[in-house]
């Protein structure tokens, strides 16, 4: 984007559409890994953009017990604290990094940068994240729970998505109710205009 970051609408479009593919491959017990803006192909037909999810190389079935992995592989930008920690991961990676993903479309930053490899990996298990940079009061609540450093209280792909659907929603209903308040301050003025003109 020229602007550095999307404008809501926009971003949540593509939110809708990344989270629901996150959703499909977790409800067949796929757990992608490598999350990314670059494993995602943009196709536009008929002015419509539509997002694929790609490069399936580091996915991983799910354990039908609820049991967590290790030896984790994916890009460091978009690794979960618990990949870090080697302390064992489970599909909620795939949220971490779609958390991350949020945040740079509405903000136009990383936030977790730094020149320094090791100290980028610090900052992904400890620095404090700037959320005030989300305008949007909702949308900065739905990425604070998708970037939550406890993954056992990080929401899922499908939670997710439900609340980007709803936040999308209120949106729409917002922009009809002041169209329809200023049509109202339209049609007030041309009243107080046609007296105006009669007196």
Request: aromatic residues 12%; hydrophobic residues 35%; contains cysteine.
């Amino acid at each position: 984007s020229p602007l550095g970051y999307f404008p809501d609408e926009v971003a949540i479009d593509f939110l809708i559409q990344i989270f629901s593919a996150i959703d499909y491959i977790h409800s067949l017990n796929i757990i992608h890994c490598d999350i990314k803006p670059e494993n995602f192909v943009l196709k536009i037909e008929k002015g419509k953009a539509e997002l694929k999810l790609v490069d399936f190389g580091n996915a991983i079935r799910k354990p039908k017990q609820k049991e967590r992995l290790f030896n984790f592989k994916g890009t460091k930008e978009y690794m979960a604290p618990e990949t870090l920690e080697n302390s064992g991961f489970d599909e909620k990676v795939d949220e971490w990094a779609a958390g991350v993903i949020m945040y740079n479309m509405l903000t136009g930053a990383d936030p977790f940068s730094s020149d320094s490899d090791s100290e980028y990996k610090d900052n992904i298990k400890f620095k404090e994240i700037k959320f005030d940079y989300i305008k949007n009061e909702r949308l900065r609540n739905l990425n604070k729970k998708l970037l939550n450093r406890f993954m056992a209280k990080r929401i899922s792909a499908k939670e997710a998505l439900e609340e980007i659907i709803n936040i999308k929603n209120e949106m729409i209903y917002n922009k009809r109710i002041e169209k329809y308040q200023n049509v109202n301050k339209i049609d007030l003025a041309m009243n107080k205009s046609t007296i105006k003109n009669y007196s």
